[in-house]
């Protein structure tokens, strides 16, 4: 698909690290997900998710989340009007198509659960009233690791939320050379324009849902989720919540490859980033839970039979 290579062209201008960390947050965004980038500071996670939004010509809300903000800063409030003697609503960042929350973790959990209802349902309610949100709609969240000092602890409900769970690492020799040679947060990420229109996006959307998948394949996707469900080593296995992202990730995988159908390695490829964040262990203690879980869902990966 040309406008999809444009998209990735144009987010790789500004951002030299891993590469298929971005085809995985262009995954996200074709499936209608959100996505959640967890790394150490300065690996680039403000910088990638900030050239995906200006990729694409949408409106754009940057919320840098601090402990000491209300669920109202997100949502809004409804505002008493000495003119009109009633009360006007003042919408808050969360009434956009884009919302690049930064640092999602380091804000407290009340304010963090004031995402869940727009994440899940596209839609707040504010005061007893129910407010739609404006398509397309997404949330692109970054973390810093939990045993960083002020970060608190996702629960497993707003993980949940989350599409995929992506980790970038550190960039490589050359990747970093660029970065000091050509500074591209200081240069071309100001230059950066739209190169898909809000109508597109939602058109590529509405094509994931065309994409095929092969019952035998859709087999293969229960086996995965039913073996975290039955491992000795898991307290909570993946949801039917998690089953379908892991579907709708590997359709837009397909799409992203210019195929109208999904082959096995769609679906491998997605397992850690979509099901990983989504179990428990038995364990359960927090950043040590979370590489846990990504080597038990690795070896179940690795147990289960993927069909010829």
Known sequence: MQRLERLRVNIQRVFFGNQAAVERIICCVLARGHVLIEDVPGVGKTMLATALARSLDCSLSRIQLTPDMLPSDILGVNVWDQQTREFVFKPGPIFSN?????????????????????????????????????????????????EFEGTYFLPE???????????????????????????PSRTALGELSP??????LLDLQQMVRKVRIDTTLIDYIVKLVNATRNSEHLQIGVSPRGALALTQAARATAMLHRRDYVVPEDIISNVLPVCAHRVVTKTHMHEADSNAAIHIVQQILESVPAPV
Do not use: C
């Not at 707003?158 to 050509?182: K, N, T």
């Open 195 to 200: 190169v898909l229109s809000a109508e597109d």
């Open 98 to 146: 884009i919302i690049l929350a930064d640092e999602i973790n380091r804000t407290i959990p009340r304010t963090q659960s004031a995402l869940l209802e727009a994440m899940n349902e596209a839609q707040v309610s504010i005061d007893g009233h129910t407010r739609k949100l404006i398509q397309p709609f997404f949330v692109i969240a970054t973390q810093n690791p939990f």
């Open 157 to 183: 409900n707003q993980l949940d939320r989350f599409l995929m769970r992506v980790h970038l690492g550190y960039p490589s020799p050359e990747d970093e050379a660029r970065i000091l040679d050509q500074e």
